[in-house]
């Protein structure tokens, strides 16, 4: 099965899965272990957008998620996931190493994707994944995961 056709699948799974439940926090949930289970990428999960009163700003705090232990609270404009919040667009990084300011939750991170979840206009959460391997995600990612996320945006 060639990529596209998985995530066509996936697409359906997952669309069906979110159709009759209104819980943001429940979808992202199951999207991530849909995902993860799927491609077998090294971490899979969800930043969303909070308010912090100790840091008297916004900050992406984890949401759900697969995968090893991560970052809890990220700043905007910080790493791949910060830059793609305050772009509000989808980055692709084939080498974290190469991004200036990559946030490095684990050494075993290779490349990301980060896709961000826009609501009425505004950034509400971005989907952040990483492979270990280098140049994993292109632009048939790119593709199918904003149509992934745009789920979760209703």
């Given at each position: 099965?060639?990529?596209?056709?998985?995530?066509?699948?996936?697409?359906?799974?997952i669309?069906?899965?979110?159709?009759?439940?209104?819980?943001?926090?429940?979808?992202?949930?199951?999207?991530a272990?849909?995902?993860?289970?799927?491609?077998?990428?090294?971490?899979?999960?969800?930043?969303?957008?909070?308010?912090?009163?100790?840091?008297?700003?916004?900050?992406?705090?984890?949401?759900?998620?697969?995968?090893?232990?991560?970052?809890?609270r990220i700043?905007?404009?910080?790493?791949?996931?910060?830059?793609a919040?305050?772009?509000?667009?989808?980055?692709?990084?084939?080498?974290?190493?190469?991004?200036?300011?990559?946030?490095?939750?684990?050494?075993?991170?290779?490349?990301?994707?980060v896709?961000?979840?826009?609501?009425?206009?505004?950034?509400?959460?971005?989907?952040?994944?990483?492979?270990?391997?280098?140049?994993?995600?292109?632009?048939?990612?790119?593709?199918?995961?904003?149509?992934?996320?745009?789920?979760?945006?209703?």
């Open positions: 099965m060639t990529k596209q056709e998985t995530y066509e699948e996936v697409l359906t799974n669309r069906y899965l979110t159709s009759s439940e209104e819980d943001m926090i429940a979808n992202m949930a199951n999207t272990a849909i995902l993860h289970s799927t491609f077998n990428f090294w971490w899979t999960g969800f930043y969303i957008v909070k308010y912090s009163v100790k840091a008297q700003r916004e900050e992406l705090l984890l949401g759900p998620f697969q995968g090893p232990i991560a970052c809890t700043e905007k404009g910080k790493g791949v996931c910060g830059t919040w305050l772009q509000a667009q989808t980055i692709i990084v084939p080498n974290v190493y190469q991004f200036r300011g990559h946030i490095a939750c684990s050494s075993e991170s290779k490349s990301e994707i896709v961000p979840i826009i609501k009425e206009g505004i950034v509400v959460a971005v989907l952040d994944i990483d492979s270990n391997q280098y140049n994993t995600f292109d632009q048939t990612d790119k593709k199918y995961l904003e149509q992934v996320v745009s789920y979760l945006s209703k």
